[in-house]
C-alpha cells in the first residue's frame, strides 16, 4: 500500500515542480536558477511542517516521500550548478549552491519548529 501512496504523491508533485520551475524562470530572467532554487525551498519547508506537526506515517509516505520526493529536485539542482561553472558563471555557481543548501535547511528547520510548537 506504500508504493501506491508514494506514486500518487509523486503523480501530483512532479507536475506541480514542472510547472511552478517554469513560472519562476519566465517571470525572472535570471542566471541562477531560481525555479529550482524555488520549489526545493517550498518543498524543504513542506516536509518539514510535516515531519514537525507530527505527522502519520501515510501522510509522510505520500506527501513527504511521494509529494516532495517528486516536487523537489537535487539532480536538476547539480545539473545547473555544473551548467553554470561550464558557461564561466562561477560566481553564480557558488552562489548557487550556498544559497540552496543554506536556504532549504533554514525552511526545514524552521518549517519543522514552526508545526511542532502550534501542534503541542
Same mark, same amino acid.
Given at each position: ?16 515542480? *514542472? ?14 536558477p ?10 524543504? =519547508? ?13 501522510l ?18 547539480? *545539473? ?8 564561466? =558563471? *562561477? ?30
Amino acid at each position: 500500500m506504500n508504493v501506491v501512496f508514494v506514486v500518487v504523491g509523486a503523480m501530483l508533485g512532479a507536475p506541480a515542480r *514542472y510547472l511552478i520551475d517554469r513560472a519562476v524562470a519566465a517571470r525572472f530572467g535570471s542566471l541562477l536558477p531560481l525555479g529550482t532554487l524555488t520549489v526545493n525551498i517550498v518543498g524543504s =519547508a513542506l516536509l518539514g511542517g510535516l515531519v514537525g506537526a507530527g505527522a502519520n506515517s501515510w501522510l509522510l509516505t505520500a506527501a513527504g516521500t511521494g509529494f516532495c520526493g517528486a516536487f523537489t529536485t537535487f539532480s536538476t539542482f547539480g *545539473y545547473e550548478t555544473i551548467r553554470l561553472v561550464i558557461d564561466g =558563471a *562561477y560566481a553564480f555557481a557558488v552562489g548557487n549552491v550556498v544559497i540552496s543548501v543554506v536556504a532549504c535547511l533554514v525552511a526545514v528547520f524552521a518549517a519543522a519548529s514552526a508545526t511542532q510548537w502550534l501542534w503541542t
